[in-house]
């Protein structure tokens, strides 16, 4: 039951913050995400045995977030100073790890929710598209992987995915995608959705395994507990992470064909 509230609890606010908050709103949900996907991948750095990342990554996932196409000089910048302050270890075999994480910790944490803002941009049913493509995949993967899942996916990683799992999660968001954007946005093409809800779920797919992974290497089952019920922010939006790059991308690519 409490996995069930949380999940609801989190529907909700997530269609509010697409469909009806104002801009500000929707930004400040934007850093506030980021700032929680970072501090959980801090703590994932950590149980790899490798210094937390600092805070020259927080204020280079903000420069992604904010200004990504005047990003380059300020990258730069905060490398340059983040090398320098990591002079301090007494151990500088701790220098390049941490200082690669904060950096890394960046762009995986902050930079999706970028696209997040310019999807919203282009139209709230593009954003919800690009959300909820994974959520229905999931849904999918579990119900066709515990009915006919034999094929390991990925045994190491995460042992309990199938192949026919993934398979069932790709169809599953390729049926969502065809559903909703047919219905709202009945200009684009068929095609078109069915191409962008395959990819966005592949790459989504791709975000999960890389957080079992993270998680597995650091010997723990969840990313954090701010979710009662579900875990971290990172389980919940592994996917989303790396989905939202991808639809962003070829909604750009595709607007021109």
């Not at 949900?29 to 991948?41: D, I, N, Q, T």
């Not at 999706?112 to 999931?138: E, Q, T, Y």
Request: charged share 10%; net charge positive.
């Amino acid at each position: 039951m409490k996995r069930i509230l949380t999940a609801i609890g989190l529907i909700a606010v997530a269609i509010y913050l697409i469909f009806w908050s104002p801009a500000w709103l929707f930004l400040t949900a934007a850093v506030l995400m980021g700032l929680l996907c970072y501090r959980e991948f801090s703590g994932l750095v950590t149980g790899h045995n490798i210094q937390p990342p600092g805070i020259f990554g927080v204020l280079a996932g903000l420069l992604l977030l904010f200004s990504p196409n005047n990003a380059v000089p300020g990258l730069s910048l905060l490398v340059v100073v983040a090398l320098a302050a990591a002079l301090q270890y007494r151990n500088l075999r701790d220098l390049l790890p941490q200082v690669a994480c904060s950096f890394l910790g960046a762009l995986y944490t902050f930079a999706p929710w970028h696209f997040a803002v310019l999807l919203r941009g282009m139209s709230v049913h593009w954003l919800l598209f690009a959300l909820a493509l994974n959520w229905a995949g999931d849904s999918a993967a579990y119900y066709v992987g515990k009915s006919f899942g034999k094929h390991r996916l990925a045994p190491v990683v995460s042992p309990k995915k199938s192949w026919e799992g993934a398979i069932g999660s790709v169809a599953g968001s390729v049926v969502f995608g065809l559903a909703y954007m047919g219905y709202f946005m009945p200009a684009v093409a068929l095609w078109k959705i069915a191409l962008m809800a395959i990819a966005g779920n592949i790459a989504g797919q791709f975000g999960d395994l890389a957080e079992s992974a993270m998680k597995r290497g650091a010997g723990v089952k969840d990313s954090g507990h701010i979710l009662p019920g579900h875990g971290g922010i990172l389980d919940r939006v592994d996917s989303t992470l790396f989905a939202l790059p991808v639809i962003y991308i070829l909604v750009v690519i595709l607007a021109r064909l």
